[in-house]
């Protein structure tokens, strides 16, 4: 069965803090795919990343960095020197390669609000 | 134009109005999706297009149902809902990349509100 688990179900820290997302997954599949989106309180989901399974680099765009480690089924979420604009719930989500068709469908976690405070 | 644009944002019915959500996006992606977000819930898939075509329907209640005029406009058509039905509903679509992913691009959401 394919799981995404975000255990921390609401954040607080003061600006510039930097604050860590969790995000651990299930899956059978050897081939699948990671993301990261942000929702304001707007509504609209926004992509931040996408990780391939099988590579294992970590990514930093910004204040903004991932931690991708297959040996624990995470996909952890750094924010570095947050600041009051990054309030929002943000959602980790599993896809696998379906073969013949990959549909795309995406499986998330229950997110989690991060409130950064001036 | 890397924007999908649902229409309204906002919509209010009562359980024996018949109305329209619309989606449309004009990215050239072959994928477009459907899903309802219930507040401080994720979101939760209801339907997916892939060229036109239906490819899956996430046993969604009849009351809703999605059509796909062409490969940029998805609608979503409502009809003798429940209040449970009220929820945040959302667009997106998508195109697989170099790495074979599908990254979905979302619209704003269409408020809906059943009374």
């Known amino acids: 069965a394919q799981k995404v688990t975000q255990a921390q179900t609401e954040i607080s820290v003061v600006e510039k803090e930097d604050v860590t997302l969790d995000c651990v997954y299930e899956t059978r599949d050897t081939t699948y795919y990671l993301f990261w989106y942000k929702q304001p309180p707007s509504g609209e989901l926004v992509f931040l990343i996408r990780?391939?399974?099988?590579?294992?680099q970590n990514e930093i765009s910004g204040r903004y960095s991932w931690n991708f480690q297959k040996s624990t089924s995470s996909f952890n979420f750094t924010i570095t020197a947050s600041q009051v604009v990054d309030s929002a719930v943000y959602f980790c989500?599993?896809?696998?390669?379906?073969?013949?068709?990959?549909?795309?469908?995406?499986?998330f976690g229950q997110g989690t609000t991060l409130q950064v405070k001036p | 134009d890397t924007e999908v644009t649902q229409t309204p944002k906002h919509l209010v019915m009562g359980m024996t109005n018949k109305k329209s959500l619309k989606c449309e996006q004009h990215m050239g992606h072959r994928a477009m999706y459907w899903y309802k977000q219930k507040a401080k819930k994720p979101p939760e898939l209801m339907f997916v297009y892939s060229y036109e075509k239906l490819s899956i329907n996430e046993s969604v209640p009849s009351r809703f149902s999605p059509e796909c005029p062409n490969s940029s406009l998805l609608n979503l058509h409502l009809h003798a809902l429940q209040p449970e039905d009220s929820a945040l509903y959302l667009c997106?679509?998508?195109?697989?990349?170099?790495?074979?992913?599908?990254?979905?691009?979302f619209g704003a959401g269409s408020r809906l509100t059943v009374l």
């Open positions: 989500a599993l896809s696998e390669a379906e073969i013949p068709s990959n549909t795309g469908k995406l499986i």
């Open positions: 997106a679509s998508s195109q697989e990349d170099s790495s074979g992913a599908n990254v979905l691009t």
């Open positions: 990780r391939n399974s099988f590579d294992e």
